[in-house]
């Protein structure tokens, strides 16, 4: 069993910055792809950014392009979500994932609101 645990979220005004992450357990973390996903109230989860196991290829969901960064440091067992310039629309339970498994972890809010 695949164990995550979220941290970094809080209350942001619009154009401020948050750094999110992610602490995995119970597997060979360097061998996994990590992802992270968010979830706005009343909508469905959506997938936001991916890094593979050796952190050179990314992936992000358009609206966060240019503003969002996933990195993860290997040694650490952990994957970071960079948010600068954030919008209202950014608001939203944020979580992270290992695609290749079943398990959630408890998630972070973040509010981005003037």
């Known amino acids: 069993q695949v164990q995550l645990v979220e941290s970094g979220g809080g209350l942001v005004q619009p154009g401020g910055s948050l750094r999110l992450s992610c602490v995995a357990s119970?597997?060979?973390?360097?061998?996994?792809?990590m992802s992270w996903y968010r979830q706005a109230p009343g909508k469905e989860r959506e997938l936001v950014a991916t890094?593979?196991?050796?952190?050179?290829?990314?992936n992000y969901l358009n609206s966060v392009k240019g503003r969002f960064t996933i990195s993860r440091d290997n040694a650490k067992n952990t994957v970071y979500l960079q948010m600068n310039s954030l919008k209202p629309e950014d608001t939203a339970v944020y979580y992270c994932?290992?695609?290749?498994?079943?398990?959630w972890g408890q998630g972070t809010q973040v509010t981005v609101s003037s």
């Open positions: 119970g597997l060979t973390f360097r061998s996994y792809a």
């Open positions: 994932k290992v695609p290749a498994y079943a398990d």
């Open positions: 890094i593979f196991g050796t952190g050179g290829t990314t």
